[in-house]
Every structure is written in structure tokens, then in C-alpha cells.
């Protein structure tokens, strides 16, 4: 049995932050086992699931040495540490590195974590366990359209976020998840967004 095949990964598969972890195993070529946790039935919340989770949110990977680490991109870099290649999902060289680590983060604080705020309060999918705000559901949901310009000047200049396909292509792949779901259009309004999405779209780890 291999290293990986000796973990677990806890995850809802639907969801933007499932999607990031699961995309970049596909692209690394590893295979962990899964078990799917149904977030939105309160999985999550239970005792035993919270007494494992630092966040008690998914996804979570259970080691091989029995710990368990939360995050995607912590989960993506410890996959990465143990399995290096010469993908550079995460940068070939120092500047490289420099470039995924901002676009990723841009990607994360304005179009990620925003998305999710205006997912969450305008639809109050989790009102049974978070206060809702739908205003501020509303204000999000702007932010996150006007974000999208910023991506569409970025990707007229390079065909992927940090010039070479990366963690932050997946990131903003999840991303755009959550711009469908809001209702946010965006394929005919930025064409270079769009050719970028089709290029990911060829990618094998993305057909499925």
C-alpha cells in the first residue's frame, strides 16, 4: 500500500473548496480514498467529525500517520512536498512561486471568499447554524463581479493567472463556480476570461 492510499480525504465533492484539492490531485496523477461528508445536512457539525477537524469545515486529510490537516492549499501542499515533479503547480523558480502565491491569494480574498459570503447570505443555505445577512449577500455578490475585470486585464497578457498553469488557475476555476451559481454572467462580457476557461476545460483533469 502506498503513502497515499493510507490516507483519507473527507470532502463534498460539489463544493468550490473540495473541487480545488481534487482538481490538483488529478493533475499531480495521486489517488486518495474519500469519504463524502453531506456539509449541507450538517455532517460536519457532528461531535466526532468536529473533534478531527481544526475548522470543522471540509476538506480534511487524515495522514498516514493518523493526524489530520485542514485547508485546500494546505492539503495541496503537503500533497506537493510529498510528491514533488516538475508540474511547478505551485512555481518552477522563485519568481514563479512569487506570482502563484499572489494570483492564488487575490483569487481566494476577492473572488473566493467574497463569492461565498454572497452565496451563502442571499441564498441562507446555512441559516440553521450562521447569521444571515442578505444585504450584505447583495454587497458581496458586487465585489465579487467587479473583481472580474482584474482577471480579464490579467488573462489578455498571459494565457494562465502566473504564466504558467498553477494553483491559481484551479482556485479561480472553483471560483467561477460560484460566479454561475450567483447568476453572475461573465462569458460573453470577458472574452479572454472565457478562451482561458476553454483552455482549462481540454485539460484532462478537468473533463470529468
Given at each position: 500500500m502506498s503513502q497515499f492510499e493510507s490516507m483519507k480525504l473527507y470532502q463534498t465533492s460539489m463544493t468550490p473548496s473540495a473541487?480545488?484539492?481534487?482538481?490538483?490531485?488529478?493533475?499531480?496523477?495521486?489517488?486518495?480514498?474519500?469519504?463524502?461528508i453531506n456539509v449541507r445536512e450538517g455532517d460536519n457539525l457532528k461531535v466526532e467529525f468536529?473533534?478531527?477537524?481544526?475548522?470543522?469545515?471540509?476538506?480534511?486529510?487524515?495522514?498516514?500517520?493518523?493526524?489530520?490537516?485542514s485547508e485546500s492549499i494546505a492539503i495541496c501542499r503537503y500533497?506537493?512536498?510529498l510528491s514533488p515533479d516538475?508540474?511547478?503547480?505551485?512555481?518552477?523558480?522563485?519568481?514563479?512561486k512569487g506570482l502563484v502565491e499572489m494570483w492564488n491569494r487575490m483569487v481566494e480574498l476577492q473572488g473566493l471568499m467574497v463569492g461565498f459570503q454572497a452565496f451563502r447570505?442571499?441564498?441562507?443555505?446555512?441559516?440553521?447554524?450562521?447569521?444571515?445577512?442578505?444585504?450584505?449577500g447583495e454587497e458581496s455578490k458586487l465585489r465579487l463581479g467587479e473583481?472580474?475585470?482584474?482577471?480579464?486585464?490579467r488573462l489578455a497578457e498571459a494565457e494562465y493567472l502566473a504564466g504558467e498553469?498553477?494553483?491559481?488557475?484551479?482556485?479561480l476555476w472553483a471560483m467561477l463556480k460560484v460566479v454561475q451559481a450567483l447568476g453572475i454572467e461573465w462569458q460573453s462580457q470577458y472574452p479572454n476570461l472565457q478562451q482561458w476557461h476553454q483552455r482549462l476545460a481540454k485539460r484532462p483533469a478537468f473533463q470529468a
Open positions: 473541487m480545488r484539492v481534487t482538481l490538483f490531485l488529478k493533475e499531480k496523477g495521486i489517488e486518495i480514498p474519500v469519504e463524502e468536529q473533534a478531527i477537524s481544526a475548522n470543522g469545515r471540509i476538506p480534511l486529510l487524515q495522514l498516514d500517520d493518523g493526524s489530520y490537516l500533497i506537493d512536498a516538475d508540474k511547478g503547480l505551485f512555481g518552477s523558480d522563485p519568481k514563479q447570505n442571499i441564498t441562507g443555505i446555512y441559516q440553521d447554524r450562521e447569521r444571515v445577512i442578505p444585504e450584505w473583481f472580474l475585470p482584474t482577471l480579464e486585464n498553469f498553477s494553483i491559481a488557475d484551479i482556485s
